[in-house]
């Protein structure tokens, strides 16, 4: 087998070809040396394929494996006339083009991206073994761009696919020909889901919002509280992101920048949610003819208000916690005297941590805890 790089033609060492994973070597094309070497290498099943543009199904045949695809089993082919030749992917993503002669047995590995096409001949007869097939006796392949899979070989999709839009969906994360690291998409998928996650969290606030002013206080606080949830998965997904490691983390920052998490649309939005919040808060004792310094000193008089604060509380503090967590993690992969690429300190974001959404409220707890102890002082 002859194996060089399809993008400057030049000779690969057989060292370097075995040493990403594929094997090859010249086994005499006689029936009964072949057959007991394959016996020893545990592949039982196979058989015979002839491919010229003469077969009745050539075109079909030639589509179906000319785009890249790969297997869940590794690839056993055994040329036995003619020659065919494999572009195979290396680790690194570049092709590596191996041509197939008589007595070339090749395996490439279970999952390794290929495409075969004939050589300059146009005709090959070989084997082909593996230990399952598909129903159409063939290895099954799975295509790397879902649009070039033949359309026989596609199954009707799932209401569930159909529902969350599944190839849309996948279709925004990076090709493997695109992801700059192996961690990218590690990187990408926290800042996606995010988006996400802050639209269902600031639609619940927005109709609390409204359950307050409608009184309807209970199912105001649950819906604050189930943004609070929100928030502590979000906590989650950065905390998935520490595992990160920090050169990984550099090249990603350099050549996949994500911009300013400040420049999020949701983030910012999500900073303001307590101008609608307070006010609608404020209202609602206003006509209950109580304040909050009271509701916090006797809950059980007013348990209802008691949850309500309990849960924006809550929500306020897990934004302040994914701030923080925001910190750290640039702390960790950047350092604590680190800049942005923007140029801001990363101790900005320590600062932004302590910023509290509904501040008012704060304040009134404070001055629960003052009136308290005056209480309980006697001063």
């Known amino acids: 087998m002859r194996a060089i790089w399809s993008d400057t033609e030049e000779l690969i060492p057989e060292t370097r070809v075995r040493a990403e994973g594929i094997h090859f070597q010249k086994v005499d094309t006689n029936p009964e040396v072949y057959g007991g070497f394959m016996a020893g290498l545990d592949y039982p099943k196979y058989h015979e394929s002839i491919l010229h543009p003469g077969v009745p199904d050539y075109e079909k045949r030639a589509d179906k494996v000319v785009h890249e695809h790969c297997h869940e089993q590794p690839e056993v082919r055994f040329c036995l006339e003619g020659a065919g030749v494999f572009e195979i992917r290396s680790t690194d993503d570049r092709w590596m083009k191996c041509t197939v002669e008589p007595g070339d047995l090749l395996i490439i590995p279970a999952r ?26 063939q290895v099954v392949p799975q295509y ?12 009707p999709k799932t209401r569930y696919e159909e529902y969350t839009r599944y190839e849309e969906l996948l279709a925004l994360l990076p090709t493997p020909d695109k992801r ?23 639609e619940d606030v927005s109709q609390a919002v409204k359950f307050i ?24 997904e950065l905390e998935v992101s520490e595992r990160i490691p920090p050169s990984e983390f550099a090249e990603l920052r350099h050549k996949a920048y994500a911009g300013n998490g400040g420049d999020s649309p949701g983030f910012r939005r999500l900073l303001e949610v307590g101008k609608t919040i307070v006010p609608a808060v404020e209202k609602l004792c206003a006509r209950r003819e109580v304040d909050i310094v009271t509701v916090l000193r006797k809950p059980s008089d007013h348990y209802d208000l008691h949850l309500l604060l ?36 990363v101790s900005a974001l320590l600062a932004g941590a302590e910023l509290r959404i509904v501040p008012e409220l704060w304040s009134a707890i404070t001055n629960f805890t003052h009136a308290t102890t005056q209480s309980f002082t006697g001063a």
Do not use: C
Request: hydrophobic share 45%.
């Open 213 to 236: 002013d409608e009184g309807r206080v209970l199912e105001a606080g649950d819906l604050f509280a189930r943004a609070a949830v929100i928030e502590k998965q979000l906590v989650s």
């Open 310 to 345: 309990r849960a924006i509380l809550e929500l306020d503090g897990w934004i302040r916690t994914w701030r923080y967590t925001h910190f750290r993690l640039a702390e960790r992969h950047l350092g604590p005297e680190a800049v942005s690429m923007k140029g801001r300190p």
């Open 180 to 202: 700059v690291s192996r961690d990218h998409l590690l990187f990408f998928v926290p800042h996606l889901t995010t988006a996400l996650w802050l639209e269902v969290l600031l």
């Open 112 to 137: 390794r991206y290929h495409k075969f096409y004939l050589a300059e001949n146009k005709y090959i007869r070989h084997l082909m073994f593996s230990k399952t097939r598909g129903a159409d006796g």
């Open 144 to 155: 790397r761009n879902a649009t070039q899979a033949p359309q026989a070989a596609k199954e």
